[in-house]
C-alpha cells in the first residue's frame, strides 16, 4: 500500500472525485478515498519513486509508517503552519473567474479601461503592467465565455492538485510568457486569458496525463494527447490572419510544460 490512514478530525474529500477521504498519498499528498488509494488511479505525481519503493523493498510505504498525530508530510505538527483561513482559501481559481468576469463587465461599461490595460507590444516597455492586465481583459462575449469555460473545467483541478499558492504563480507566469511571447512575434494590441490558461493545461497534462478530456463534449482524449493536439492546431495556424494569438497560446503552453516538469521533478524526490 502506498497510503497511511488519515485519523485527523479535520474532514478531508478526496481530490479525485470529492468524496469524503480517509487517506493521503505518501508521494503526491493527495486526499483520497478508498476507490482512489492505487497511484495510477489518482494520476500520482510520485509514480516513479513509488516504482522504485516497490523495486527496491517490494512493497512501498506501509499504512500507518507515518502517524498522521505524529507527524504531518514527515514533520512533526509543531512545526506545520495552517492554512490561512477566508473564504477564497483554496478557491483562488473561482476568485480569478469572479475577478474576470467583473473586469469584462467594466469593459463593457467604460470602453477607456480596455484602451489602458490591453497589451500593445510596440508599448510594453512603456507599460509593463499590461503584461499583466490584458489577461482580464476579453475581445467580445464568446471568447470571454469560452475561455472561462475552460478555466471552469481546468483551473480548480489543478489548484486542488498542487495548491493556491503554486496555481496563481502558474497562472499569472503563463499569462507573462504569453504576452512577451506575443509582443516578440505580432504588432497587433491583444487581449484574453488564453495564454494564462494554455500554461494551467499544459502544467495539468504534466501532472496528471492519463485524465480524461473530452473534446468537444463527445470525444474522449488523455491530456497529454490533447495538449499535443492544441499545440499542433496553433503551429499549423500561425500567420493565418484570424485574429487569434496563436504565438500567446504557444508560449503560455510551453512555459506550463516547462513548469509542470519542475513540479513532477520536485514531487518524486521524496
Not at 492505487?38 to 512493497?59: F, I, Q, S
Request: proline share 4%; hydrophobic share 50%; charged share 15%.
Amino acid at each position: 500500500a502506498v497510503l497511511f490512514k488519515d485519523m485527523t478530525r479535520t474532514r478531508r474529500t478526496c481530490t479525485v472525485c470529492g468524496k469524503s477521504a480517509l487517506y493521503r498519498c505518501k508521494y503526491c499528498g493527495d486526499t483520497l478515498c478508498k476507490e482512489h488509494l492505487a497511484p495510477e488511479m489518482h494520476w500520482c505525481v510520485g509514480l516513479e519513486a513509488y516504482k522504485r519503493d516497490l523495486e527496491t523493498r517490494g512493497t512501498s510505504a506501509i499504512p500507518f509508517e507515518i502517524p498522521p498525530e505524529q507527524k504531518v508530510f514527515g514533520r512533526d505538527k509543531s512545526s506545520y503552519k495552517k492554512k490561512p483561513l477566508g473564504i477564497f482559501s483554496g478557491n483562488f481559481s473561482f476568485l480569478l473567474l469572479f475577478l474576470i468576469s467583473g473586469s469584462f463587465v467594466v469593459q463593457l461599461l467604460v470602453p477607456a479601461y480596455t484602451e489602458y490595460f490591453k497589451l500593445v507590444p510596440a508599448l510594453v516597455t512603456a507599460r509593463p503592467w499590461t503584461l499583466v492586465t490584458h489577461i482580464f481583459l476579453h475581445g467580445s462575449f464568446e471568447h470571454f465565455f469560452f475561455n472561462m469555460l475552460f478555466f471552469v473545467f481546468f483551473g480548480p483541478v489543478l489548484e486542488r492538485k498542487i495548491g493556491s499558492s503554486k496555481f496563481l504563480l502558474i497562472f499569472f507566469l503563463s499569462g507573462i510568457v504569453a504576452g512577451l511571447g506575443w509582443s516578440l512575434t505580432a504588432v497587433s494590441p491583444v487581449v484574453g486569458a488564453s495564454g494564462a490558461l494554455s500554461g494551467v493545461f499544459a502544467t495539468l497534462a504534466v501532472l496528471m496525463p492519463r485524465m480524461k478530456v473530452y473534446l468537444f463534449f463527445f470525444i474522449p482524449l488523455e491530456m497529454w494527447l490533447t495538449v499535443i493536439l492544441f499545440a499542433l492546431i496553433d503551429f499549423a495556424l500561425m500567420g493565418s490572419g484570424d485574429m487569434i494569438a496563436h504565438t500567446a497560446h504557444l508560449s503560455g503552453l510551453f512555459f506550463g510544460l516547462f513548469a509542470g516538469m519542475l513540479l513532477k521533478g520536485t514531487t518524486t524526490r521524496v
